[in-house]
């Protein structure tokens, strides 16, 4: 049972303490567990049983209202339903958005072992006159979005070093104005190299006819048990066809073929506004033929649903190191800077991919503005953009995609990249419908 919806069974009750259910609601009562005075209220009303019956510590039973069991609660404040919260691995608490995608990476953080989950939400305690239960926003050990990690729930030590773009300099020959090169499968220049389990969303897409022959070109984030996100453009290429397998759990390419999760895409979905040669809607959703397993190497990430202003963000990618050179074999992390509107539509004015020029509401554009070479490149397409969950330091909010760019490789140029936000609604009605 999920603990995302909640209910209990009548058979749990029945075995609830030894007390006689004759007190209606609204009635005083007396908590043999807390050792405190509570009143009968509506299970659903009551928060801390949340955390209680997870523990396997069942209320005290009142009575009931025809099916509803009816139990002594001791908390301070009641609440209109306790089906608009959830618990985590640790017993926090917290409160649904109602926003589909948001509350499904609350129910993947409750559920798995993320590496540096950060226990954020409310907790309870006993208040400070010691009469009731009361709860309180719990932040423990770090600062929301640091750049060190807490350790693993399953006691597992994870780095999670800062990332700086590496100051190397690469020769860019062929210096052309305001050419658009499509970029298929876009690795990340100036990168340096991922630690293992460290982007557990990371997906890298393959096309062929078996999975012994397979290219790997784009890249993906997982995102639910089925689905992966990716760019329209990397469903389809005239030069290696359809995508037809996803990879999932590595670090690097030369892994032992037997340490990859595979799966076969039963189904690729772009964007039904998505008309190529067109760079507008460049974003896709691929379901694999079954359930994804996760573990410590391979995790969903969460979509950004907007409200922040993402000055920095970090991209991931399995491309090319730089323009004509060659895929890298370690994933790569870059962290990009955020361009302002004004400078995304200078960058990318109208041009016959792009007839209306930059579009902010769906698009993004990132880069480096210090004189490094950092950058997504071919190779690197329909991988993350992303930044830190306020859940852990090691949790990521996908917000762009990665979609296309002016020649990679070059001091002050930036990658465009789709706008996950404007898009969610479109993602929740096929991955969560």
């Excluded at 005075?37 to 949340?50: A, E, I, P, T």
């Excluded at 090169?181 to 220049?189: I, R, T």
């Excluded at 460290?198 to 689905?227: H, K, N």
Aim: proline share 4%; aromatic share 10%.
């Amino acid at each position: 049972m999920s603990k995302y919806v909640f209910s209990v069974s009548f058979c749990v009750f029945l075995y609830i303490l030894s007390v006689k259910c004759q007190l209606e609601e609204g009635a005083d009562c007396f908590s043999q567990a807390d050792n405190l005075k509570g009143r009968c209220v509506n299970l659903k009303r009551c928060l801390s049983v949340l955390t209680d019956i997870r523990t396997k510590k069942y209320p005290q039973l009142c009575s009931f209202s025809g099916r509803d069991p009816i139990i002594c609660c001791t908390d301070c404040e009641l609440v209109n339903n306790t089906s608009n919260y959830l618990t985590g691995a640790d017993g926090a608490i917290y409160l649904k958005s109602g926003r589909k995608a948001k509350d499904k990476c609350l129910e993947y953080i409750a559920n798995f072992n993320y590496p540096c989950y950060l226990k954020i939400g409310l907790r309870k305690r006993v208040s400070s006159d010691k009469t009731c239960l009361e709860y309180d926003v719990v932040i423990p050990f770090a600062a929301v979005g640091g750049t060190e990690c807490m350790e693993y729930v399953a006691s597992l030590n994870y780095p999670c070093p800062k990332r700086e773009g590496l100051s190397r300099q690469l020769e860019y020959m062929d210096k052309k104005c305001f050419v658009y090169e499509a970029v298929f499968g876009a690795a990340a220049v100036g990168g340096q190299d991922a630690n293992r389990s460290e982007f557990p969303q990371m997906a890298l897409l393959g096309y062929g006819d078996s999975l012994d022959t397979a290219q790997w070109l784009c890249g993906g984030s997982v995102i639910s048990e089925r689905f992966i996100l990716t760019a329209a453009h990397c469903v389809f290429s005239k030069s290696v066809g359809t995508v037809k397998y996803a990879a999932m759990g590595i670090l690097k390419r030369t892994d032992p073929p037997e340490t990859w999760q595979r799966y076969n895409v039963k189904r690729a979905i772009r964007h039904p506004e998505y008309k190529p040669p067109s760079k507008y809607n460049d974003i896709a959703l691929l379901e694999v033929d079954r359930t994804i397993k996760f573990n410590k190497d391979v995790l969903p990430a969460c979509l950004n649903t907007g409200g922040g202003n993402e000055i920095e963000a970090t991209a991931t990618g399995w491309g090319t190191l730089g323009h004509r050179q060659s895929l890298a074999d370690i994933l790569q992390v870059v962290q990009l800077e955020q361009f302002s509107a004004e400078e995304c539509f200078a960058a990318y004015p109208p041009h016959r991919h792009l007839q209306n020029g930059y579009n902010h509401a769906s698009q993004s554009c990132y880069g480096s503005k210090n004189n490094k070479i950092i950058d997504t490149c071919e190779g690197d397409s329909g991988g993350p953009l992303q930044i830190t969950s306020k859940f852990g330091s090691c949790i990521y909010d996908i917000i762009g995609v990665t979609s296309y760019g002016r020649p990679c490789g070059v001091v002050g140029n930036t990658g465009m990249y789709t706008k996950v936000e404007y898009y969610v609604p479109w993602i929740e009605s096929i991955v969560w419908p």
